[in-house]
């Protein structure tokens, strides 16, 4: 079994980071191919990154906009760069969302290829989009198989799962991801969507943010 990265047990924690774990969610296990358009892969990932800093409590979403809380460092660089944009600009949460899922497919993969657990696969031909491949099945599988576990067995959820089965619904990967939940126990996935009312007031809001951002991308055919 791969080592987890962060020194977690992998069988219970996924990659221990929200936005990593729906990078794999959106990703074929195998051929690394997208399982959403890239604009909403990116919108969905942008969100993942404020959600890690939110659940951290270093941000606040509220009324459309972003409040930094606490701008001490963070452990890895992505999210401190990410903390450092919003500490220096103020912008609607939409306009961060847009402008963070421009590069949040690229930092996001950057992030777990130095984590070891995707590699950087090099086309044959220069017309062909290079992939981000996972050093293994069982890395690629794994916040899908928790998930899916989880609801099944009817385990309480965490802030993080919830956030999380928030983000997949906002932007449809809930489709693919939970066909297996949706298939054997459908009840699991109406009681977890009634839990997401649970949530405090910010990542509703983020929850419904990216809604709202998806939903605007898919109106304009922005994809």
């Given at each position: 079994m ?9 069988r219970?924690s996924?990659?221990?980071?929200l936005a990593d774990?729906?990078?794999?969610m ?6 690394g ?11 969905g990932?942008?969100?993942?990154l ?6 951290a409590?270093?941000?606040e979403?509220?009324?459309g906009?972003?409040?930094v ?14 903390l ?5 600009e ?13 590069s949040?497919?690229?930092?996001v ?14 086309r044959k ?8 491949l ?8 794994r916040?899908t ?19 999380l089965?928030?983000?997949?619904r906002?932007?449809?990967?809930d ?8 298939q054997s126990?459908?009840?699991?996935l ?9 949530l ?6 983020l ?14 055919h922005?994809?």
């Open positions: 791969t080592a987890h990265p962060h020194g977690q047990d992998p219970t996924g990659t221990g980071r774990d729906f990078f794999l959106a990703h074929e296990e195998s051929s191919k997208l399982l959403l358009a890239e604009r909403i892969a990116g919108l990932l942008a969100a993942a404020l959600g890690e800093l939110a659940l409590e270093c941000i979403l509220r009324e906009a972003v409040a809380l606490d701008s001490s460092a963070r452990d890895d660089d992505l999210s401190g760069r990410v450092e944009f919003l500490k220096q103020q912008h609607p949460t939409r306009t961060w969302l847009a402008f963070f899922g421009q949040a497919r690229t930092e993969g950057r992030r777990l290829a130095d984590d070891r657990l995707l590699v950087r696969e090099t031909r220069p017309w062909q989009e290079s992939r981000w996972p050093v293994s099945t069982a890395v690629a599988v916040p198989a928790l998930l899916c576990t989880q609801l099944i067995r009817g385990h309480g959820l965490e802030r993080r799962d919830l956030v089965l928030g983000l997949l906002a932007t449809g990967l489709q693919p991801v939970l066909w297996e939940v949706r126990s459908p009840d699991a109406r009681r977890a969507g009634a839990l997401l009312g649970s405090d007031a910010s990542l509703t809001e929850l419904i943010q990216t809604e709202a951002a998806v939903g605007s991308a898919i109106a304009t922005r994809f």
